[in-house]
C-alpha cells in the first residue's frame, strides 16, 4: 500500500531551521505531484508548497516565500522542506501529500486538498520565541 511518511519535526527556537523529509513507498514517486501542507488545531489545512514531477517548477505560500525550500529526489523516492527564518506562527502538524491527476501548472491546483491522492500522517513542528 502506498506510504507517505514524514520526519524531521520538532522544536526549534525563532530564526533557527529545520529540514523536513517525506519518503513514499508503494507508489511510482516519479510520476506524482508533491505538496506540503500545514495545520493547526482548530483551523483548515493550509498548502505551503508544491513542487512537479521532475522538480523543475515550485510553489510557495506567500508566508514562507523566500524562507523555504521544496525539493525533491525521485531516486530516493523523497521530498523535502528546507524552513530557514523560523517563525512563532509556522507553528504547525507539517503534512506531505502526492497527487497524481491531470496535468498541474499552476499554485491553485497545487493548493487545493482534494487533487491529493494520498496524505502522509504529519510531523510536529514547534518554533518558539
Known amino acids: 500500500q502506498v506510504q507517505l511518511v514524514e520526519s524531521g519535526g520538532g522544536l526549534v527556537q525563532a530564526g533557527g531551521s529545520l529540514r523536513l523529509s517525506c519518503a513514499a513507498s508503494?507508489?511510482?514517486?516519479?510520476?506524482?505531484?508533491m505538496g506540503w501542507f500545514r495545520q493547526i488545531p482548530g483551523k483548515e489545512r493550509e498548502f505551503v508548497a508544491g513542487?512537479?514531477?521532475?522538480?523543475?517548477?515550485?510553489y510557495y505560500a506567500d508566508s514562507v516565500k523566500g524562507r523555504f525550500t521544496i525539493s525533491r529526489d525521485n531516486a530516493k523516492n523523497t521530498v523535502y522542506l528546507q524552513m530557514n527564518s523560523l517563525k512563532a506562527e509556522d507553528t504547525a502538524v507539517f503534512y506531505c501529500?502526492?497527487?497524481?491527476?491531470?496535468?498541474?501548472?499552476?499554485?491553485?491546483?497545487?493548493?487545493?486538498?482534494?487533487?491529493?491522492?494520498?496524505w502522509g500522517q504529519g510531523t510536529q513542528v514547534t518554533v518558539s520565541s
Open positions: 501529500a502526492a497527487g497524481g491527476g491531470g496535468v498541474w501548472f499552476s499554485q491553485i491546483q497545487y493548493s487545493r486538498l482534494n487533487r491529493y491522492d494520498y
Open positions: 513542487i512537479n514531477k521532475r522538480g523543475g517548477d515550485t
Open positions: 508503494g507508489l511510482t514517486f516519479s510520476m506524482y505531484y
